[in-house]
């Protein structure tokens, strides 16, 4: 399986949550954390174990709603849980057999965006991308290639 598709959902995911304004954002993300820590409850893979992740996810989602490295590091543990349900051949979509697979890749790039603070986007893509005017205080110096003085201009000897 590519990892390269994992990577693209992450990157969409991020940048379409990054569209819902603050605080919202993180509220949602944090929604969205604990939902993904019951992915696994109709699965059966682990048996009983299964009930640990909601739990463990539901604190980690609860402290999320103040926090981003909360959220990411519930993106982080949902990463642990879909390696061992690829290992154990349990995936989080039964009728796809690399899906825990492609969700251990995923979710690794959504938890750095939370590390990141959970930026907007489209906001640092506008901030990378514009053109920003020149910064030198004349025309005369980036065409001359020397630089005024303090003092002013020296006096020829």
């Known amino acids: ?52 992740l909601p739990i463990v996810m539901t604190y980690v989602a609860y402290r999320g709603l103040t926090s981003y490295a909360w959220i990411g590091l519930g993106w982080l543990l949902h990463t642990v849980w879909d390696v061992i349900h690829h290992l154990k051949g349990a995936p989080i979509l039964p009728f796809a057999e690399h899906s825990s697979f492609g969700c251990a890749i995923c979710d690794p790039v959504i938890a750095l965006w939370c590390f990141a603070g959970g930026p907007s986007v489209i906001g640092w893509l506008r901030a990378r991308l514009s053109l920003k005017p020149s910064t030198s205080p004349t025309s005369d110096t980036a065409t001359s290639g020397t630089e005024p003085t303090p003092a002013g201009p020296t006096p020829a000897r």
């Not at 399986?1 to 509220?27: D, K």
Request: net charge neutral; no cysteine; glycine share 14%.
């Open 1 to 52: 399986m590519s990892i390269f598709m994992p990577i693209l959902i992450g990157l969409i995911a991020v940048t379409l949550i990054s569209l819902i304004p603050e605080p919202h954002r993180r509220t949602v993300n944090a929604v969205i954390v604990a939902g993904a820590g019951a992915a696994y409850l109709s699965g059966g893979g682990l048996g009983y174990a299964e009930f640990v």
